[in-house]
């Protein structure tokens, strides 16, 4: 009986096992990972066009022409910002995943670097996501309670941007989302690789 210690029982042992399972194969990830950036991009550009470009002017009465534009609330500031954050972002992690393309090498550290930074962009798109669209809110329902009136029966073509503005940021929120989901599972498969 030969012992635990023994090289040759291990090569023996070896050879009588069947053999292990190959992890799944990892697929090149980084060509969907670039389509889903250039969408990403898209959606940044065409929320901050769309929400820059929104200007109405009505006259009111009592008050004369009034304008409704983004720079008159913070949080569309806030939202105007982050959306060309969001698209710098996108446009320089395209180029990174397009030369990880061309140099297969650093696709791991680039995975890690993508997933931490895209819960970062998606906290950011989210956060002002939602801000624009609680003002956005009080400007299509009003609130009675403290005396804030619709404004949206008014100034309805600035509301239709701004809406459309913010189902853009939607689409780019979910982009984000898959983007991170992405690279966590790239990076998953790789582990298992191993």
């Known amino acids: 009986m030969a012992s635990s210690a023994d090289p040759k029982s291990d090569q023996e042992y070896g050879k009588g096992a069947p053999p292990r399972p190959d992890a799944p194969a990892v697929v090149k990830y980084f060509a969907v990972d670039v389509a889903l950036r250039v969408l990403l991009f898209a959606a ?66 680039f995975l890690l670097h993508f997933a931490f930074l895209d819960v970062l962009m998606l906290g950011i798109v989210a956060s002002a996501t939602g801000s624009a669209g609680g003002v956005a809110y009080v400007g299509l329902k009003g609130n009675k309670h403290v005396g804030w009136i619709k404004v949206c029966s008014t100034y309805d073509k600035f509301c239709q941007h701004l809406a459309g ?30």
Not at 64 to 86: N, Q, W
Not at 168 to 191: D, E, G, K, Y
């Open 44 to 109: 940044a550009v065409t929320g901050v066009v769309v929400m820059v470009t929104s200007k109405q002017t009505k006259w009111v009465p009592g008050l004369g022409d009034r304008d409704a534009k983004f720079k008159h609330s913070p949080a569309f500031i806030y939202y105007v910002v982050a959306l060309s954050i969001a698209g710098l972002y996108a446009l320089i992690s395209i180029l990174a995943s397009v030369s990880v393309l061309s140099k297969p090498n650093f696709q791991t550290k």
């Open 165 to 194: 503005s913010l189902a853009v940021s939607l689409f780019a929120c979910v982009l984000l989302v898959f983007l991170t989901w992405l690279s966590i599972f790239s990076l998953h498969a790789r582990i298992h690789k191993y």
